[in-house]
Nanobody, 116 residues
Framework: QVQLVESGGGLVQPGESLRLSCTIS????????MGWYRQAPGNERELVAS???????NYADSVKGRFTISRDYAKNTVWLQMNSLKPEDTAVYYC??????????WGQGTQVTVSS
């Protein structure tokens, strides 16, 4: 079955960096674009970065210039490099398909907390 596993979150101070990793089981990884979503308490889940099958990328305005998404087909892995982190980036981060997430296969996510 499809399984999405996120890791790499943690507690950092403003301006610091983190790199998140997502591994995806099965062949579905090779036929879908992938994205990183985040959700903070009281907020809707939002898509912050995405990458297509051709490795083309898109970013939400709030993270543009600071975050970089990449994928490795051989490793069934998607990364999110997060630089210049801000308190507003605090959220649980999830990976899933784009443009439509696989609604039955959300992982546990990984917590990112940015605080001084």
């Amino acid at each position: 079955q499809v399984q999405l596993v996120e890791s790499g979150g943690g507690l950092v101070q403003p301006g610091e960096s983190l790199r998140l990793s997502c591994t995806i089981s099965g062949q579905i990884f090779s036929i879908l674009g992938m994205g990183w979503y985040r959700q903070a308490p009281g907020n809707e889940r939002e898509l912050v970065a995405s990458i297509g099958l051709d490795r083309s990328t898109n970013y939400a305005d709030s993270v543009k210039g600071r975050f970089t998404i990449s994928r490795d087909y051989a490793k069934n892995t998607v990364w999110l490099q997060m630089n210049s982190l801000k308190p507003e980036d605090t959220a649980v981060y999830y990976c899933n398909a784009i443009p439509n997430p696989l609604s039955r296969h959300w992982g546990q996510g990984t917590q990112v907390t940015v605080s001084s």
